[in-house]
């Protein structure tokens, strides 16, 4: 699928806000896939519809998470999970994007998960440090993020189980398996 129409498609799906970020994600991943020797297509393609699901309404993803026997602990932490998953369902059966390497790195775009591809991590990381985020600590992972991709992955997903622990907010167990198993791999 050619990038424009793929564009087309997901600008259908989200706000305008949203449409930025994701030219955001799409343009770092693209860098990414040629500075750690990822196949870009795959990479600008994932980027394009990894949030894809992410204004569809609650009940439906919930709807699908049951029918489509996805992890049913999902449905017990925070909804904003959902979309990763659930994308990677409708960007397949929706768009037809039939890919395993795209639609699973849109699937994990936000827990992570042990044992991460390439394109995996690239997305994960591309959607962290986009151009349009401005939070704290992003400037030094977008750093680590040219010379080192696990090392930033593994800041990333510190940052960001500070940030949720800081919130009292619950942390999805994948999410703690993704970053156990990046640590353990970095001490070997
Ligand atoms: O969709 P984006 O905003 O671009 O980014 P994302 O898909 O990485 O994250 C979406 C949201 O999911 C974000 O508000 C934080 C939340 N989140 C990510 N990991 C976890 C989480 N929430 C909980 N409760 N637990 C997690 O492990
Ligand atoms: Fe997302
Ligand atoms: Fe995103």
Same mark, same amino acid.
């Given at each position: ?19 930025? #970020? $994701?030219? %955001? ?10 500075? @750690?020797? /990822? +196949? ?68 994990? #775009? $936000?827990? %992570? ?10 997305? @994960?990381? /591309? +959607? ?61």
């Amino acid at each position: 699928m050619k990038r424009d129409q793929a564009l087309a498609i997901v600008k259908e799906q989200i706000t305008q806000h949203r449409y930025q #970020h $994701t030219l %955001g994600v799409m343009e770092t991943a693209i860098i990414l896939a040629e500075r @750690y020797g /990822a +196949d870009a297509k795959k990479a600008e393609l994932a980027a394009i519809f990894h949030d894809y699901a992410k204004f569809r309404d609650k009940d439906e993803m919930k709807a699908i998470i049951e029918e489509q026997d996805m992890d049913p602990e999902l449905l017990k932490y925070n909804s904003e999970l959902w979309h990763a998953p659930v994308g990677a369902y409708l960007v397949e059966k929706e768009v037809g994007i039939k890919d395993s390497d795209i639609i699973d790195a849109i699937r994990y #775009h $936000t827990s %992570g998960r042990p044992n991460m591809t390439l394109l995996e991590k690239i997305i @994960y990381l /591309a +959607d962290y440090i986009e151009p349009g985020r401005h939070f704290p600590g992003v400037e030094e992972v977008r750093e680590m993020a040219k010379s080192n991709l696990d090392r930033a992955l593994i800041k990333s997903i510190r940052n960001s189980i500070e940030f949720l622990m800081k919130k009292n907010q619950r942390i999805f167990p994948l999410t703690f398996h993704t970053y156990n198993d990046l640590v353990k791999k970095e001490a070997d």
